[in-house]
């Protein structure tokens, strides 16, 4: 197996000899899909089929198997990548993927984020600190809500304003209502600022469609997106990426709770196929994910890896304005904070409670070390 080849490591339910008969087997259905004994050409025996590289025990009674799969399948496929590390075996309930090593030819093919943390930071004009987001809330409002809405968190000082993920593009204010009222809102509040508001309209439907999407905002002014890429497809999602360079992608985690460890799907892989920015459910908050594995996302998304750039690490799901000094010395100041609901919670004070927001990250990442 050659030195480029996908390192894979999975969690077997497994030990001794039950876990070497699954790694075993985890290897041909991840590579071949048939019996060894049927596998006759000699290089795809030598060069293709998958390799067990080391089995441990583990202290639970499970075992982490690292496997060696040959990239010549991948090509530049997001979508057979996600089929190579994951496919049949995201079937069995006893197997789940702890982390996954990509070879420098397969980043560099993928390309990484074309902006990252350094393009949205030239984007809105902040330095020296954390950035502040928010979403637009409930479902169902009207594009005069919105727009009202997206002009207070403006004149709050809020660094990106996005839609909330579940609407729909023809839903009642729809795509094109929403991107032409919140980004007109955007660019009349803002004007005069040092800093520069960014909105981010969720595009959704067919790959056609949400090209379509990002042109008609494109031609309104609008610099980032919002997409789900386990919702759109990670094919789609990287398409995407290429076609529209300048575009800022925020990349928000929906579909993506399964077997697949949240640093592996959230960090490396979203970041490997395009993801400027990365939401990521924070411990603490309406999930279930623990501080650890908010660690290992945000490592995942910002740690140096063969030329790539940085992704902005989006910490969300229930955050609140008083936990922002403890989110920026946990994250620290390469970092968005996503807050949504606990300043909608505000109503009638929702700008004050805005305001505090904006000024409690600006205080916190005064507070943390450069």
Known sequence: ????????????????????RRAEALALEQSVEMPIEAVTDARVLRDVVGRVESLEQQGDGTSLARLALSAESIGSDAGQLMNMLFGNSSLLDDVGVVDVDVPATLNSCFGGPRLGIDGIRSLT????RALS?????????????LARMTRLFCQAGLDVIKDDHGWAADARASFRERVVACQRAVDEAGRGRSTRTLYAPVISGSLDAMRGQIRFAQAHGVSMVLVAPMVAGVSNFHALRREFPEIVFLAHPALAGNQ???????GTLFRLFGADASIFPNHGGRFSYSRAV?????????VPLNGLRAALP??????????????????GRDAMLLIGGSLLIARDQLAARSRAFVEAVAAASSEVAT
């Open 1 to 20: 197996m050659s030195m480029e080849a996908l390192r894979v490591v999975y969690r077997l339910r497994s030990v001794g000899a039950e876990a070497t």
């Open 294 to 302: 908010c660690a290992a996302i945000v490592g995942a998304l910002r």
């Open 260 to 266: 697949m460890a949240p640093a592996a799907l959230l």
């Open 133 to 145: 987001c928010t979403a637009l809330k409930p479902i169902g409002s009207t594009v005069e809500d």
């Open 314 to 331: 989006v910490p969300a799901g229930g955050m609140t304005v008083e936990r922002v000094p403890e989110l920026v010395a946990e994250y």
């Open 125 to 128: 004009g902040v330095s020296g």
